[in-house]
T-cell receptor
Framework: DGGITQSPKYLFRKEGQNVTLSCEQN?????MYWYRQDPGQGLRLIYY???????QKGDIAEGYSVSREKKESFPLTVTSAQKNPTAFYLC???????????FGQGTRLTVV | KNEVEQSPQNLTAQEGEFITINCSYS?????LHWLQQHPGGGIVSLFM???GKKKHGRLIATINIQEKHSSLHITASHPRDSAVYIC???????????FGKGTRLSVIA
C-alpha cells in the first residue's frame, strides 16, 4: 500500500542535542512538507521541497534543517538552535501540480 | 497573505445531531481541503474540492468559490466522529497548504 511513514512516533531529546525525524513516502509525490503543531494552534510550515535536491524555508524555519537527496525521503533535523522544540511534527506530501495531500502519523518530540 | 478562518473553534453535539463546520479564506484558490485529525495526532484527508459539493458516507463538503466559503456537514453524528476537523487551502496551485486552526468536535452518546 502506498503511503507516508514517519518515525519515530515519540521522541525524547536532551536539551542541546540535535535530533532527526524521518519521513518516507512511496507515493511518487514530488512535493514534501514539514509542519509543526502546537496546542491550540494550526499547522505551521517549517520547510518544503518540490523537487529532489531543492527545498525552501517555510514560516518557522529557524533552528531546523532538511535535506532531499531522494524523492522518497525528506528528513527534518531539529537543531539545538531551536529555542522551543517540544511539539508535534507532521510530514506531508502531494503531487507537485497540486492534488490531495497525504500525511504521516506524526512525531511527538519532547525536550527533557 | 492568505488567511483561513474556521468556526466554531469547539463544538459539542449529541449523538445523531446534524453538524456544520465552516471555513472562510481570503484569497482565490484552486481547491480546498478538509482534513480530520484524531486524538493520536494522525491526519486523514477527507475531501479536496474546487466547486459544488462532495459526499462520502455521512460527510458532505460544499464550497462557494465566489463567497470564499466552505462547509463540512456530518449527518447522524456518532461518537466516533469526535476529532479535530481542519480546513486548508493552497494560495496558488503549487504552493504549500495554509491551514485553519481546526474545529474540535466532541459527539456525546
Amino acid at each position: 500500500d502506498g503511503g507516508i511513514t514517519q518515525s519515530p512516533k515519540y521522541l525524547f531529546r536532551k536539551e542541546g542535542q540535535n535530533v532527526t525525524l524521518s519521513c518516507e513516502q512511496n507515493l511518487n509525490h514530488d512535493a514534501m512538507y514539514w509542519y509543526r503543531q502546537d496546542p491550540g494552534q494550526g499547522l505551521r510550515l517549517i520547510y518544503y521541497s518540490q523537487i529532489v535536491n531543492d527545498f525552501q524555508k517555510g514560516d518557522i524555519a529557524e533552528g531546523y534543517s532538511v535535506s532531499r537527496e531522494k524523492k522518497e525521503s525528506f528528513p527534518l533535523t531539529v537543531t539545538s538552535a531551536q529555542k522551543n522544540p517540544t511539539a508535534f511534527y507532521l510530514c506531508a506530501s502531494r503531487m507537485y501540480s497540486a492534488g490531495q495531500a497525504f500525511f504521516g502519523q506524526g512525531t511527538r518530540l519532547t525536550v527533557v | 497573505k492568505n488567511e483561513v478562518e474556521q468556526s466554531p473553534q469547539n463544538l459539542t453535539a449529541q449523538e445523531g445531531e446534524f453538524i456544520t463546520i465552516n471555513c472562510s479564506y481570503s484569497v482565490g484558490i484552486s481547491a480546498l481541503h478538509w482534513l480530520q485529525q484524531h486524538p493520536g495526532g494522525g491526519i486523514v484527508s477527507l475531501f479536496m474540492l474546487s466547486s459544488g459539493k462532495k459526499k462520502h458516507g455521512r460527510l458532505i463538503a460544499t464550497i462557494n468559490i465566489q463567497e470564499k466559503h466552505s462547509s463540512l456537514h456530518i449527518t447522524a453524528s456518532h461518537p466516533r466522529d469526535s476529532a479535530v476537523y481542519i480546513c486548508a487551502v493552497p494560495p496558488s496551485g503549487n504552493t504549500p497548504l495554509v491551514f485553519g486552526k481546526g474545529t474540535r468536535l466532541s459527539v456525546i452518546a
